[in-house]
């Protein structure tokens, strides 16, 4: 079974700090990643994409890959009250043209 | 801006009904995507379509049933609405990129819709 794993949550971290969120996923031939947020009662939109081994910043995000490991993080520096959501991991399996896997999403509360 | 429409925010229907959910995106993207998403299961997805009039079965297709006659519109189908099909309905498109790592066509980055709450009582 290809699955994407992440921890449900809810992590806690104070206002300014930084959160860190983490999946696991189990298929070695994936190559696209993605996080998507998603607010209480909205549909989960796009945040970050990443596909090389390494960093990818952009702004307070940044996410995180390692391959050889088969997981991928996101980072939020300063974070704030508005952060305050589910945040959903997405990988693509790589075995042609099958839908994105999505894990079942963590639940960030940023306390002010 | 990729934009992916659904027709309805809210929608009560009783037992029995047939529901018809519509969803329509403008960036003439080949593939469109049914999810639902209840607490604690995540996203799960119904049915996919990589082309007009191409469908596939996702994870939980039974008691649903979709059409997709034209490459902007995906239609999903609650042929007799039961009250375990009451939970959030969220449409997605996108494109898929010309070669993947094993030379394959990937679906790449999805994007979804608003959603649709949809109460069966």
């Known amino acids: 079974q290809k699955e994407v794993e992440q921890n449900s949550g809810p992590l806690s971290v104070p206002e300014g700090a930084i959160a860190s969120l983490n999946c696991t996923y189990s298929?070695?031939?994936?190559?696209?990643f993605f996080w998507y947020r998603q607010y209480s009662g909205k549909s989960p939109e796009l945040i970050m994409s990443?596909?090389?081994?390494g960093d990818k910043e952009d702004g307070r995000f940044t996410a995180q890959l390692n391959k050889a490991s088969q997981y991928v993080s996101l980072l939020i520096r300063d974070s704030q009250p508005s952060d305050s959501a589910t945040y959903l991991c997405?990988?693509?399996?790589?075995?042609?043209?099958?839908?994105?896997?999505f894990g079942k999403g963590t639940r960030l509360s940023v306390i002010a | 801006d990729v934009k992916v429409t659904q027709s309805s925010r809210y929608l009560v229907k009783r037992t029995g009904e047939k529901v018809f959910l519509e969803c329509v995106q403008d960036?003439?993207?080949?593939?469109m995507f049914w999810y639902r998403q209840d607490p604690g299961l995540g996203l799960r997805l119904i049915y996919f379509?990589?082309?007009?009039?191409?469908?596939e079965k996702g994870d939980i297709p039974e008691g649903y049933s979709v059409s997709r006659e034209k490459k902007e519109r995906f239609s999903l189908i609650l042929e007799s609405a039961s009250t375990n099909q009451t939970s959030m309905y969220l449409c997605?498109?996108?494109?898929?990129?010309?070669?993947?790592?094993?030379?394959?066509?990937?679906?790449?980055?999805?994007?979804f819709g608003p959603g649709t709450r949809l109460t069966v009582l």
């Open positions: 997605a498109s996108s494109t898929s990129s010309g070669s993947g790592s094993l030379g394959l066509r990937e679906m790449i980055v999805q994007f």
């Open positions: 298929d070695r031939v994936s190559q696209s």
């Open positions: 990443i596909y090389s081994n």
């Open positions: 997405a990988v693509n399996l790589g075995s042609g043209n099958t839908p994105l896997v």
């Open positions: 960036m003439d993207h080949e593939n």
């Open positions: 379509s990589y082309d007009v009039k191409m469908k």
